[in-house]
């Protein structure tokens, strides 16, 4: 069993549709959960940070931790075309940024 | 944001050569480093941590002779694939932590294409 599981689809969605990407996982000592954007042949970019569980909204976007399922989500809302991209999760158990990522999902909004 | 420099973006060699990938953070000091591999439609997979003036930890699996890491300033990382094969070719990607920070402060470089012949 990987430690971070995530579908990597594809995932398409009409613009302007609210799009759910999810994460479980195994190893219950995570703390940081973290979602990247990652366009193709690209580095994935940083889109939300989140300590612990709870709800943290940026934008179009809401992160969502639920420890106690060992379930994280990011909610994207009003999707755009630009928004198109791998979305990885990753995790770790301590602040040193060594990362665990799920698989990524692909997600396609067309216009 | 903080910058995360990595050349050469794309590399093609002959199987057996030496290949040497930079990873550099442009505007900010980065005590760690880290390295990772990404397959085509694969999550990355972390294969060493490196630490500014001591030796890199490898990741289970991840042969150290193969894959040499040097980090011999604090806005500069190495990774040299030695006698590259074709079954290296991959996608290589650095993340740098900014020195003093955790998770939250770590930024990615664009990666690096190595083809192998």
């Known amino acids: 069993q990987k430690e971070v599981e995530q579908d990597p689809g594809p995932l398409s969605v009409p613009e302007g549709a609210i799009v759910s990407l999810n994460c479980t996982y195994s190893n219950s000592a995570f703390q940081y959960f973290m979602w990247y954007r990652q366009y193709s042949r690209k580095g994935p970019e940083l889109l939300m940070y989140?300590?612990?569980?709870g709800n943290k909204e940026d934008g179009r976007f809401t992160a969502q931790v639920d420890k106690s399922s060992k379930y994280i989500s990011l909610f994207i809302r009003d999707s755009q075309p630009s928004d198109s991209a791998t979305y990885l999760c990753?995790?770790?158990?301590?602040?040193?940024?060594?990362?665990?990522f799920g698989q990524g999902t692909t997600l396609q909004v067309k216009p | 944001g903080a910058v995360v420099s990595q050349h050469p973006s794309r590399v093609i060699c002959k199987s057996g050569t030496s290949v040497k990938i930079e990873c550099r953070s442009l505007d900010f000091q980065a005590t760690t480093m880290f390295w990772y591999r990404q397959f085509p439609k694969q999550s990355l997979m972390l294969m060493a941590t490196?630490?500014?003036?001591?030796?890199?930890?490898?990741e289970q699996g991840v042969e150290k002779d193969k894959f040499l890491i040097n980090h011999a300033s604090l806005t500069l990382s190495t990774l040299t694939v030695t006698s590259a094969h074709p079954e290296d070719s991959s996608f290589y990607i650095c993340s740098a932590r900014k020195t003093g920070q955790g998770t939250g402060e770590l930024f990615f470089g664009e990666g690096s294409r190595l083809t192998v012949l």
């Open positions: 989140t300590y612990s569980s």
């Open positions: 490196s630490n500014e003036g001591s030796k890199a930890t490898y």
């Open positions: 990753a995790m770790s158990s301590g602040n040193t940024g060594k990362l665990i």
